[in-house]
Nanobody, 120 residues
């Protein structure tokens, strides 16, 4: 599975951005996708996730009400709509996809990451 992100950039506080992720390769086995972010000197943390089947979503508390994750299974794409951006949202954002092997092993796939910078 290969993942490619797009849509990052430099914005001012209060602005909006929409990140996109397109998946290719053996995508039939993916059961969930998500967005993670990593700020300088910090660990990579989950921002939002969505299941491919039921479209069940999950958000970290700090982005609830501001960010919306969505996906299109047919297009093999996922988006993160980010509104009311804050300087603390500044980070490298990574697209993630997860599948499970027939033996029950979970595998994670990662995009190359894309920078989002929010100025105050």
């Amino acid at each position: 599975v290969q993942l490619v992100e797009s849509g990052g950039g430099l914005v001012q506080a209060g602005d909006s951005l929409r990140l996109s992720c397109v998946a290719s390769g053996s995508t039939f086995s993916i059961n969930a996708m998500g967005w993670y972010r990593q700020a300088p000197g910090k660990q990579r943390d989950l921002v939002a996730a969505i299941t491919m089947g039921g479209g069940i979503t999950n958000y970290v508390d700090s982005v609830k009400g501001r960010f919306t994750i969505s996906r299109d299974n047919a297009k093999k794409m996922m988006w993160l709509q980010m509104n009311s951006l804050k300087p603390e949202d500044t980070a490298v954002y990574y697209c993630n996809a997860r599948d499970t092997t027939p033996l029950g092993t979970t595998r994670n796939y990662w995009g190359q990451g894309i920078q989002v910078t929010v100025s105050s």
